[in-house]
């Protein structure tokens, strides 16, 4: 054959070949799942509970652990996501179950679903990692009830958990997996333990990133509610006929700088990767950080820290999040004046909040601003919260203040 005829039949060979693969595509890119939060917490150490409740984060030995949770988004399918970020050994869980939320820990009938994992019903999550289940065939709608149940059949050893949920779970002793009523779990708690997130898949979505301290969190907001402000912002994407979700990655004392712990995890600079840029389909993150700082002071003997050392803080995460691409919304720090707990206000912190305040607004290193701080501030005293939106210790908003917070932000920059 001559080397005409050679190249003449490897180019129709070359031809048939992308012809095949450009066919082949549209099926391929179809067969892709795209995964969205609809629901998250951010986790710490196992640690007493700083905020006095009952608490579980010893870990579970031969018992169910049932745990309502509100999604933000819908979706045609769902994933939930396991962490053993501070395991200190590899979490054996022997099974799990999803299904719509009832009355406390009862399920919807006929919507328990089996949870697997590649295929299996139990799985291990090696200490330090997080792990995601398979797509569980359940059709989400926005802002309704899921509850996940855990079944773990041996000693889990200290549990990887966030405290002051705002939200009930239920405990119960043996494998009560597949039970639809709430009668075997007579134990409750207001913490959420080694759950950290629900995912949806459908049409890609964009997932809004909640990330503070316990303002975020929802302290002094009412228990099982859902009148956070991230679920107040969720409820007004929904009415507004948009597809984004909101999740939430608030943990209560924490600092932008250093870690404060036991009880409050670690330093936003430190989880914001996970936390935060780790969520599937995240494209915008609001950050609300810093009182702590302010009010408890830097390192082990609590030197005050400055507007520039926060502000250095702050330029490391917005580095971060837009080198992912992710779009970041910087919210003012709230008004702190009438704090009741000793020491936590001082006439240097105020100084440090209102350089803060005033670099969020002007500096332009945020793609935009919620100017909290403004929207609830009293008239009369700008330093101080609004009394129509104080929950009781002059910190932190109750659910009047956490609505405001979620109306002042503008939809069209997220």
């Not at 509850?147 to 239920?170: C, D, I, K, N």
């Not at 993150?285 to 302010?294: A, F, Q, S, T, Y």
């Amino acid at each position: 054959m001559s080397i005409r005829a050679l190249r003449a039949g490897f180019i129709a060979l070359l031809v048939s070949l992308v012809t095949a693969s450009t066919a082949a595509a549209p099926a391929q890119a179809h067969s892709v799942r795209h995964w969205t939060a609809t629901w998250s917490t951010a986790n710490i150490p196992a640690a007493p509970d700083p905020f006095g409740g009952t608490n579980w984060a010893d870990g579970f030995d031969n018992q169910s652990l049932r745990q309502p949770v509100r999604v933000s988004r819908g979706g045609s399918e769902v994933r939930i996501r396991i962490s053993n970020v501070y395991g200190e050994r590899s979490l054996r869980l022997t099974g799990a179950s999803i299904g719509r939320a009832a009355d406390g820990a009862a399920i919807q009938p006929g919507t328990l679903r089996p949870v697997t994992f590649d295929g299996r019903r139990s799985t291990v999550v090696p200490a330090g990692r997080q792990a995601s289940s398979d797509a569980v065939s359940l059709r989400v709608t926005a802002l309704e009830e899921l509850t996940v149940t855990l079944y773990f059949a041996e000693r889990t050893g200290p549990a990887t958990f966030h405290p002051f949920a705002l939200a009930t779970a239920y405990r119960a002793a043996g494998n009560h997996l597949a039970d639809r009523s709430a009668g075997a779990y007579t134990e409750t708690s207001q913490s959420w333990y080694f759950l950290t997130g629900l995912d949806v898949s459908g049409r890609p979505g964009e997932a809004v990133v909640a990330f503070g301290d316990s303002i975020t969190d929802g302290a002094f907001s009412t228990p099982d509610a859902n009148n956070r402000y991230p679920d107040e912002l969720a409820e007004r994407l929904v009415a507004a006929g948009s597809r984004k979700a909101v999740v939430n990655a608030g943990i209560g004392g924490n600092k932008v700088l250093t870690d404060n712990n036991p009880g409050f995890g670690d330093a936003a600079i430190t989880r914001f990767g996970r936390d935060a840029l780790g969520q599937s389909g995240v494209r915008t993150v609001i950050v609300l950080e810093g009182i702590n700082d302010i009010g408890l002071g830097e390192g082990p003997e609590a030197v005050p820290v400055t507007a520039p050392q926060l502000i250095d803080g702050y330029r490391k995460l917005i580095r971060a999040a837009h080198a992912h691409g992710v779009k970041m919304i910087g919210a003012t720090i709230l008004p702190f004046a009438g704090v009741i707990y000793p020491g936590y206000y001082t006439e240097h912190g105020e100084q440090v909040r209102d350089a803060v305040n005033n670099w969020i607004r002007t500096s332009g290193e945020y793609d935009a601003v919620a100017d909290f701080d403004r929207a609830l501030a009293d008239p009369a005293d700008p330093d101080r919260l609004n009394p129509a939106y104080d929950g009781g210790d002059g910190l932190h908003p109750n659910d009047a203040g956490m609505r405001v917070m979620a109306q002042t932000i503008d939809l069209r920059e997220l």
